[in-house]
T-cell receptor, first 113, second 114 residues
Framework: DGGITQSPKYLFRKEGQNVTLSCEQN?????MYWYRQDPGQGLRLIYY???????QKGDIAEGYSVSREKKESFPLTVTSAQKNPTAFYLC????????????FGSGTQLSVL | AQKVTQAQTEISVVEKEDVTLDCVYE???????LFWYKQPPSGELVFLIR??????QNEISGRYSWNFQKSTSSFNFTITASQVVDSAVYFC???????????FGGGTRLMVKP
C-alpha cells in the first residue's frame, strides 16, 4: 500500500542533543512538508520541498534543518537551537502543490527529557 | 496573507445529534482552495474535502455536508446524526493558487458521547 511512514512514533531528546525524525513516502510525490502541532493549536509549517535537492523555510524554521537527497525521503533534524521542541510532528506529501490534497504520516511525538 | 479561524475549540454532543463546525477564512486572492481534514486519536490527518473558490455548490457525502459561502467567507462542515467514531479534531485549511503553503485553522475538537 502506498503511503507515508514516519518514525519513530515517540522520541525523547536530551538537553543539547540533535535528533532526526524520519519521513519516507512511496507515493511518488514531488512535494513534501513538515508541520509542527502543539496541543490545542493548528499545524504550523516548518520546511517544505518541492523537488529533490531543494527546500524552503516555512513559518517556524528556526532550530530545524532538513535534507532532500532522495524523492522518497525528507528527514527533519531538531537541533539543540530549538529551545522548545516538545510537540507532535507531522510529515505530508502531495503530487504537485498545496492546492491539491495532502497525504499525512501518522506523526512523531517528540518530548524533552 | 491568509488566515483561517475556527472559533469553536471544543464541541461536545450526544450521539445522533447534528453538529456544525464553523470555518471562516481570509484571503485577497480570487483563486483559492479550501479543505477539511479529520485527525482521529491515531494522529494522522485524513482528507475530507477540497473545494475551489469558483464552486459554491454545497456538497453532501453520506452524513457529512459542507456549506461554502463566499459572501461570508465561510466554509462550514455539518455532521448529521453524529456517531462516536466521529470524535476527532477537525481542521479547516486554505491554499491560494500561487502559494506554496497550506494555512490551517486552530482545529475543533469534537467529542461525541454515547
Amino acid at each position: 500500500d502506498g503511503g507515508i511512514t514516519q518514525s519513530p512514533k515517540y522520541l525523547f531528546r536530551k538537553e543539547g542533543q540533535n535528533v532526526t525524525l524520519s519521513c519516507e513516502q512511496n507515493l511518488n510525490h514531488d512535494a513534501m512538508y513538515w508541520y509542527r502541532q502543539d496541543p490545542g493549536q493548528g499545524l504550523r509549517l516548518i520546511y517544505y520541498s518541492q523537488i529533490v535537492n531543494d527546500f524552503q523555510k516555512g513559518d517556524i524554521a528556526e532550530g530545524y534543518s532538513v535534507s532532500r537527497e532522495k524523492k522518497e525521503s525528507f528527514p527533519l533534524t531538531v537541533t539543540s537551537a530549538q529551545k522548545n521542541p516538545t510537540a507532535f510532528y507531522l510529515c505530508a506529501s502531495t503530487n504537485r502543490a498545496t492546492t491539491e490534497k495532502l497525504f499525512f504520516g501518522s506523526g512523531t511525538q517528540l518530548s524533552v527529557l | 496573507a491568509q488566515k483561517v479561524t475556527q472559533a469553536q475549540t471544543e464541541i461536545s454532543v450526544v450521539e445522533k445529534e447534528d453538529v456544525t463546525l464553523d470555518c471562516v477564512y481570509e484571503t485577497r486572492d480570487t483563486t483559492y482552495y479550501l479543505f477539511w481534514y479529520k485527525q482521529p486519536p491515531s494522529g494522522e490527518l485524513v482528507f475530507l474535502i477540497r473545494r475551489n473558490s469558483f464552486d459554491e455548490q454545497n456538497e453532501i457525502s453520506g452524513r457529512y455536508s459542507w456549506n461554502f459561502q463566499k459572501s461570508t467567507s465561510s466554509f462550514n462542515f455539518t455532521i448529521t446524526a453524529s456517531q462516536v467514531v466521529d470524535s476527532a479534531v477537525y481542521f479547516c485549511a486554505l491554499s491560494v493558487r500561487a502559494g506554496n503553503m497550506l494555512t490551517f485553522g486552530g482545529g475543533t475538537r469534537l467529542m461525541v458521547k454515547p
